[in-house]
């Protein structure tokens, strides 16, 4: 049996990440979603929020199950017995972010390996941070996120708003 984990932080779960693990959960026999919960990055949902948002994306995939963790990418991997790590590519700028990765973690675990897979033509527009922008002032993100991260984003921007927060910090290395 292949385990394979697919790490990244969706914050939040958009159509591109739902179509790496649609099509990742069918190379391999299971597929663990890992939200990260220690990003260096400003976060708009916590922990427990991405995981209930990912839970409700991928909860059709029988075969998929949705964790948190932190530290390395390659120590998580261990832990969960899986061989394969999975990751998406769009655009040639995650070329070099996600190679340079791969060497590190082979470098770190040897027995692991690292499979990219490249997103659908028509989601290779999206990251997490284009939806929280777009979210953020007032546009449409019907097209980018299933219906029930659109309601979250709406709320919670409506709680930040609510709160006197008049901005959020949109900062991202890549997700």
């Keep these: 049996m292949t385990t394979a ?3 990244g932080t969706f914050d939040p779960v958009h ?3 739902m179509d790496i693990a649609t099509r ?3 190379i391999f026999d299971h597929l663990i979603i890992a939200v990260y919960a220690r990003p260096l990055k400003n976060l708009l949902f916590s922990t427990e929020e991405r995981l209930a948002l990912m839970r409700e994306a991928v909860s059709d995939l029988p075969n998929v199950t949705v964790e948190s963790y932190d530290g390395l990418t390659v120590e998580y991997v261990r832990q969960k017995g899986a061989q394969v790590i ?3 590519l769009r655009v040639t700028f995650d070329f070099e972010l996600e190679y340079q990765m791969a060497l590190t973690n082979k470098k770190l675990a040897p027995d692991i390996e690292t499979i990219c897979l490249f997103t659908r033509l028509e989601h290779a527009f999206l990251s997490s941070s284009i939806v929280k ?3 953020l002032v ?3 993100v019907e097209a980018m996120v299933a219906p029930h991260v659109q309601a979250a984003l709406k709320a919670k921007l409506a709680k930040l708003g609510r709160a006197g ?3 959020v910090n949109i900062v991202s290395l890549r997700d």
């Design 24 to 26: 990742a959960a069918t």
């Design 86 to 88: 999975v990751r998406g």
């Design 5 to 7: 984990v697919y790490p």
């Design 138 to 140: 007032g546009g449409c």
């Design 165 to 167: 927060n008049d901005r």
């Design 133 to 135: 922008e777009v979210a």
């Design 15 to 17: 159509y591109g990440h």
